[in-house]
């Protein structure tokens, strides 16, 4: 008789990131905290996770990060301000945040890299499946690509990584995976690099920043050595448990082709803040309309 697999209900953030590409911004705000149109980024990505099921939330923090926690905290002033004015609607924007999840935090002390951070939550984790969603990610809701991971994980066990076809060009900012066909979208990954050079590039395919991963890795990171950068990096780890299932593998990748909003990157930030404002209903129609007068009649004087 097959031993079901054990339900994934937590969820881990490593949000402890300097965000030195938005200087001077970031110096005294978390890069986590700044606005895609209203609501804060990280508040996009715990959305995310909850949307697929997954109700107990581990944030990995460190310093300057407090309205981390605030931010997903209740605020009794501000409430019973909204509330005195009769200002339902910001008022129940204001609590959603807090009803998300059962949130956690833990700091790491050490800026050591995604896999030192990954590995603070082990305590919190112990020994079931968990998910990793990176904060500079956004995944359109449209596409619910952690459900379908979740779902790869509980039919063939082991970890799974999200990839994405990226320009040959560009892969030498991602971990790129080398894969074996297995299903319709779903490969086998028998090899991982962390930002290869092109032309040492096993593949476009970039790991992207979600995983569903088996406890196992926390074994596996422990042993790792710092890696590229001087830093203990997941996909190191990853690799060693594609190549062996004791550690906690196999390694399968699913292939999204769907919306994905990069807010690490001052431009493609900028790229997301347009996208979903004008898909906003509250927003869109007189945003867009300012747009195309912008694009067609303002643009081409400026500079």
Not at 154 to 168: F, I, N, R, Y
Not at 241 to 246: K, L, P, T
Not at 252 to 279: N, P, Q
């Amino acid at each position: 008789m097959t031993t079901p697999r054990p339900r994934i209900s937590k969820a881990v953030i490593p949000a402890a990131g300097l965000g030195t590409r938005f200087l001077p911004a970031t110096k005294a705000t978390p890069k986590e905290m700044l606005p895609v149109v209203d609501q804060p980024a990280i508040q996009y990505v715990v959305e995310e996770a909850t949307a697929a099921g997954l109700t107990d939330v581990l944030m990995i923090t460190g310093r300057n990060k407090r309205p981390l926690e605030d931010h997903f905290d209740r605020n009794y002033e501000l409430e019973d301000a909204l509330r005195r004015k009769g200002d339902s609607e910001r008022l129940s924007r204001v609590q959603q945040s807090t009803a998300l999840a059962t949130m956690h935090y833990v700091r790491q002390g050490d800026p050591r890299g995604l896999g030192h951070a990954v590995l603070c939550a082990a305590p919190h984790v112990g020994d079931q499946p968990f998910a990793v969603l990176l904060g500079d990610d956004l995944i359109d809701p449209r596409d619910p690509l952690l459900t379908t991971m979740i779902q790869v994980q509980a039919e063939h066990g082991g970890s799974v990584v999200a990839l994405m076809e990226v320009d040959p060009e560009q892969i030498h900012l991602y971990g790129a995976a080398s894969v074996d066909p297995v299903a319709d979208g779903v490969l086998r990954v028998t090899g991982l690099v962390e930002k290869p050079d092109p032309a040492d590039a096993p593949s476009n395919l970039a790991v992207i920043g979600r995983y569903v991963l088996d406890a196992g890795v926390f074994e596996v990171l422990g042993k790792t050595p710092p890696g590229r950068g001087g830093e203990i990096q997941l996909t190191d780890a990853l690799q060693a448990m594609a190549g062996d299932s004791a550690l906690g593998g196999p390694v399968h990748g699913v292939v999204f082709k769907g919306r994905r909003y990069d807010t690490g990157d001052r431009a493609d930030y900028l790229r997301s803040i347009v996208r979903l404002a004008c898909e906003r209903p509250d927003l869109g129609p007189e945003f867009r309309s300012w747009l195309r007068h912008y694009v067609t009649e303002e643009m081409p004087h400026v500079g």
